[in-house]
Structures are given as C-alpha cells and as structure tokens.
C-alpha cells in the first residue's frame, strides 16, 4: 500500500485506471458559450423537458451517465459503482438520478471539486480491484443553485463584479482497468486537498475563497511528482473563474514559478464574457462539462499528453454565510495522460 503514496498526499495508481468513454450534457447557455458544439447534448431551455428545476438536474445526469454507457455500448446496470454529486442539500439530483439505475452509488459532494473527487475516488476503486466498471459523475443547475444559496430568480438582485454563474451542465466518465487498451486516456496520478480557509466570508466571491486551496493542491502535486508547470499541456483548474485565476497566479509568482502559461480554468472556457456572467462559470457541471465536451477528447486525439485537473469547490452552506462564518475551500487533483499501455 505504501508504494502508491508520493511524498504528502499524492496517490500514484500502480495500475492507472483507464477512461473508456464520457459525455457532457447542458443548457441553452452552455450551447451559446465557447465550447457549444463540443457537447453531446444540449437542451434549449432550464427545465430540460422536466417539471421542476431540481428534476431537470436530475435528467441532466441520468442522460450524461447513460450516454458514455451507450459509447462503452453497455448498459448503466453493468457498471460496479457509481460515485456521484452535485450542489443540492444531501445531494439529491445524484441520488434521485440513480434510483433506476440499480447499481452501487456513493453520493460525494466537494461543491465545484466534485468532479475531480468523483473521479480520484472511481479511480481508487478500480486501480484497488474493487470494481471493474466505475461512473464518475457531477452537475449543478443555475437555477437549483440560486433557489438553495442565494434569492428566487424572480427576486431580480443585482449581481456583483466578482459573482460567477453556476452551469446548467453535466459530464460522465466511464473508467476500466489499465488493460482496457480501447480506453483512450489514463488517470495516473490524485491529490486529495486539504481544507483552507483565510477567512473569506463573501459568498459572491468564490473565487478568491477557493484560490488558496487550488494553490495548496497543486502546489503539492507538483513538489510529491516532482514535476513542473511546463511538464503539462495544461493545468486546469474549476471553477476559480477571473478573480480566482489571478489570485492562483499571484500565489504562485511568489514562489518564483510561473504557471500563467499553462493555465486555465474551466470557469473562463465555458462562458464568454459577453454572456453576462461578470467573473466566470462555476459549479460541479462546469468543471464536469468542460473536461467531457472538450479536455478528454484533446487527450483522446492527442492533442494534449498530460494534464491535471485540479477542480476547487467553497464548502459553505446557506446557514453558515447567513451566521458570519468563512468559507472553506477545497481541492481535489488528478493526472491525465493521453493512450499507453497501464
């Protein structure tokens, strides 16, 4: 067991997981964004064809899980495990998606990091032999996201300079063993973060709430790989957004690394700024969104080799920012590299 940790906190796979297939799904935003034709699936309005916001969410993953089951051509039932989350109380659009599944599920929640939780911990699972088949997924919904934190959408509050808005999205991924040699992407590396806090207590400014703990995560990583910023094709973050993005660079210039190169943040590719989304996208769909419709199929045609993702969640509640307390950030890492044998 020993052999597959690396200095602090880093986890090397002795048998790298294989990303067999993935999909993103999301909104009319979404699709008007950047990358809008990089998604499997894009829906023209909030409801998704449901009757509630919070069941849209819920349709927005059982479509994404299902379609990267049908690229694998398996059925959802086939896979061993399913690691799940999303920004709703006790996580319900997770839990509530897989109810006709009828697979094991592990519910997760990291706010804006729980992709990259979902997948460090699918990962763990198959690399360890306790499942053959694993499903990582996440997603957050613009209007769930508002109901629960912030005021009704009818309410018509003016949002700050530095807000982000929350994506109606969804991202799958598939994982295998490291013998799937039909799975185009390995994940070779994860970092589990560790809780910072510098006492930020504005709920309208996650970014500058999570950009400590993305620097702690990477920072970390890079010191237990013993790698730099220039031995990735990129280094992604989600979702610090604008503000968030050049604190991180901030951060890391005191330390007399330059990142600003590799860079970028899952937040910043998904919208444009003449969107209205004033500091960025954020999210557990964004992060999730942005590595299915567009980071895993570079790394497929190999157009990236390797890349970390290193998505940030604000671990704060509608109570505790009612009661004054800070917001805790969080950051989970892991390492993808494009096809090769496990």
């Given at each position: 067991?020993?052999?597959?940790?690396?200095?602090?906190?880093?986890?090397?796979?002795?048998?790298?997981?294989?990303?067999?297939a993935?999909a993103?799904?999301?909104?009319?935003?979404?699709?008007?964004?950047?990358?809008?034709?990089?998604?499997?699936?894009?829906?023209?309005?909030?409801?998704?064809?449901?009757?509630?916001?919070?069941?849209?969410?819920?349709?927005?993953?059982?479509?994404?899980?299902g379609?990267a089951?049908?690229?694998?051509?398996?059925?959802?039932?086939?896979?061993?495990?399913?690691?799940?989350g999303?920004?709703?109380?006790?996580?319900?659009?997770?839990?509530?998606?897989?109810?006709?599944?009828?697979?094991?599920?592990?519910?997760?929640?990291?706010?804006?990091?729980?992709?990259?939780?979902?997948?460090?911990?699918?990962a763990?699972?198959?690399?360890?032999?306790?499942?053959?088949?694993?499903?990582?997924?996440?997603?957050?919904?613009f209007?769930?996201?508002?109901?629960?934190?912030?005021?009704?959408?009818?309410?018509?509050?003016?949002?700050?300079?530095t807000?982000?808005?929350?994506?109606?999205?969804?991202?799958?991924?598939?994982?295998?063993?490291?013998?799937?040699?039909?799975?185009?992407?390995?994940?070779?590396?994860?970092?589990?973060?560790?809780?910072?806090?510098?006492?930020?207590?504005d709920?309208?400014?996650?970014g500058?709430?999570?950009?400590?703990?993305?620097?702690?995560?990477?920072?970390t990583?890079?010191?237990?790989?013993?790698?730099?910023?220039?031995?990735?094709?990129?280094?992604?973050?989600?979702?610090?957004?604008?503000?968030?993005?050049?604190?991180?660079?901030?951060?890391?210039?005191?330390?007399?690394?330059?990142?600003?190169?590799?860079?970028?943040?899952?937040?910043?590719?998904?919208?444009?700024?003449?969107?209205?989304?004033?500091?960025?996208?954020?999210?557990?769909?964004?992060?999730?969104?942005?590595?299915?419709?567009?980071?895993?199929?570079?790394?497929?045609?190999?157009?990236?080799?390797?890349?970390?993702?290193?998505?940030?969640?604000?671990?704060?509640?509608?109570?505790s920012?009612?009661?004054?307390?800070?917001?805790?950030?969080?950051?989970?890492?892991?390492?993808?590299?494009?096809?090769?044998?496990?």
């Amino acid at each position: 067991m020993n052999n597959k940790r690396m200095g602090q906190a880093t986890i090397r796979f002795e048998r790298p997981p294989r990303v067999r297939a993935w999909a993103a799904v999301g909104g009319k935003k979404e699709q008007d964004g950047p990358l809008g034709s990089e998604f499997d699936k894009l829906f023209p309005d909030t409801m998704c064809g449901e009757q509630t916001w919070e069941k849209a969410e819920m349709h927005l993953q059982k479509v994404a899980l299902g379609m990267a089951a049908n690229k694998c051509k398996l059925p959802v039932e086939a896979l061993d495990m399913l690691v799940a989350g999303d920004l709703l109380a006790q996580c319900v659009a997770s839990s509530y998606a897989a109810r006709s599944a009828s697979v094991p599920y592990l519910g997760v929640y990291g706010a804006c990091s729980t992709m990259a939780e979902s997948l460090a911990l699918a990962a763990c699972m198959v690399d360890g032999g306790f499942a053959q088949r694993a499903g990582a997924i996440a997603s957050s919904h613009f209007c769930t996201a508002e109901r629960q934190y912030r005021f009704p959408l009818a309410y018509g509050g003016q949002r700050t300079p530095t807000a982000q808005w929350t994506a109606t999205a969804a991202g799958a991924c598939i994982l295998t063993p490291s013998a799937d040699d039909q799975a185009p992407v390995r994940i070779t590396h994860a970092c589990f973060g560790k809780i910072c806090d510098l006492g930020i207590t504005d709920a309208n400014n996650m970014g500058a709430a999570m950009a400590p703990a993305a620097y702690d995560t990477i920072r970390t990583l890079l010191s237990d790989t013993g790698t730099h910023p220039g031995d990735y094709d990129g280094i992604f973050t989600g979702d610090l957004g604008l503000v968030g993005s050049r604190l991180l660079c901030e951060l890391f210039d005191r330390d007399n690394i330059d990142i600003s190169k590799v860079h970028e943040d899952c937040g910043k590719l998904l919208f444009d700024q003449s969107q209205d989304v004033h500091a960025g996208g954020s999210g557990c769909g964004c992060a999730a969104s942005v590595l299915c419709a567009h980071l895993l199929p570079k790394l497929a045609d190999r157009s990236y080799k390797r890349i970390i993702l290193a998505a940030t969640g604000a671990l704060m509640s509608p109570t505790s920012v009612q009661q004054g307390e800070s917001i805790p950030g969080i950051c989970h890492a892991v390492i993808l590299e494009a096809g090769g044998k496990g």
